[in-house]
């Protein structure tokens, strides 16, 4: 039996009144310590590690708000890095909880409560839904943590990760995420099950991590940023001369059709004081000549020098 059939199970016989329920961390010390996240909401202190049947020296507890993760190399990744790399822990547990106060406070609510403490609007990121990582459903926060912590690029890919989701009344914990199963899937190393306390420490021959050695993509987002910036401005700049361009034919049109409908005049009158609109200068863009129509002859008179 592996750490996690054995906790889910131990659980879920000491919510059925069992009261011998319970596991000998010594039979899964191939999968200890085991590193978690949690929420940092208080009423979490008693429960953990006590739920899990864990001794706290076993238990690599990292806790935020809302136990959320907003990227694959974000603060919280290192951290679990590090919990890893450092404190040695063998499996990661995202666990989630019921009726949490991170889920239920909108994003309006939560701006409106910054104000209240000082915080203005206009210092706090664009985006506050992705910043802070909000989410509306406990369950779905656990599912989408838990994949993003197995596609990062600082967890080993031998290290199984797991998603629960803890009730906060009962004590009852639902396995969402069997990480087993996952790296099973994954072609990853399982660890061993447990054999009457010997225990194989299969993780003990990986090769030692190094931060350093890690390599990341040397673009810069500010460069692709002010490329594309530069772009829009230029794209603006020739839209607003096209429209220009295109307000200067209509004017000229407009006019010319004035002349037309003039009892008495010809369209060869002179138009907005006999000159036209300037047209901007040969070669530069948005630039349109309109050509001046020859004088139309009046009906019943011959034209003036003939």
Request: proline share 10%; net charge neutral.
């Amino acid at each position: 039996m592996l750490l996690f059939e054995a906790i889910i199970d131990a659980n879920h016989r000491a919510l059925a009144g069992d009261a011998n329920a319970g596991i000998h961390p010594a039979d899964f010390a191939d999968a200890l310590p085991l590193a978690a996240l949690t929420c940092i909401d208080p009423r979490l202190n008693p429960l953990l590690p006590a739920v899990l049947g864990l001794p706290a020296d076993q238990f690599v507890w990292l806790r935020n708000a809302g136990n959320i993760i907003t990227g694959p190399v974000s603060s919280t990744m290192r951290s679990l890095a590090l919990a890893c790399a450092v404190k040695g822990a063998r499996e990661i547990a995202l666990i989630g909880h019921t009726d949490c106060q991170v889920r239920k406070t909108s994003i309006m609510e939560l701006t409106e409560r910054l104000r209240a403490l000082g915080v203005d609007r206009g210092r706090l990121p664009e985006n506050l839904t992705e910043f802070f990582g909000v989410f509306a459903s406990e369950r779905q926060n656990v599912l989408k943590g838990a994949e993003i912590i197995r596609s990062s690029p600082l967890i080993s890919p031998r290290v199984p990760v797991h998603g629960l989701l803890l009730d906060i009344q009962s004590g009852r914990l639902d396995w969402l995420v069997n990480g087993y199963e996952t790296l099973a899937r994954a072609g990853g190393q399982m660890p061993p099950a447990s054999q009457s306390g010997q225990a194989t420490d299969f993780l003990a021959a990986l090769p030692e991590f190094h931060f350093g050695e890690m390599k990341f993509p040397e673009g810069k987002i500010g460069d692709t940023v002010a490329k594309l910036e530069a772009a829009a401005s230029w794209a603006a700049e020739k839209a607003q001369e096209i429209g220009q361009a295109a307000e200067r034919v209509e004017e000229v049109a407009r006019q010319f059709q004035a002349g037309f409908d003039r009892p008495g005049k010809s369209a060869a009158a002179p138009i907005s004081g006999g000159t036209l609109p300037p047209a901007p200068p040969p070669g530069k863009p948005g630039a349109i000549r309109v050509p001046i129509p020859p004088p139309i002859p009046r009906p019943g008179k011959r034209p003036k020098g003939r």
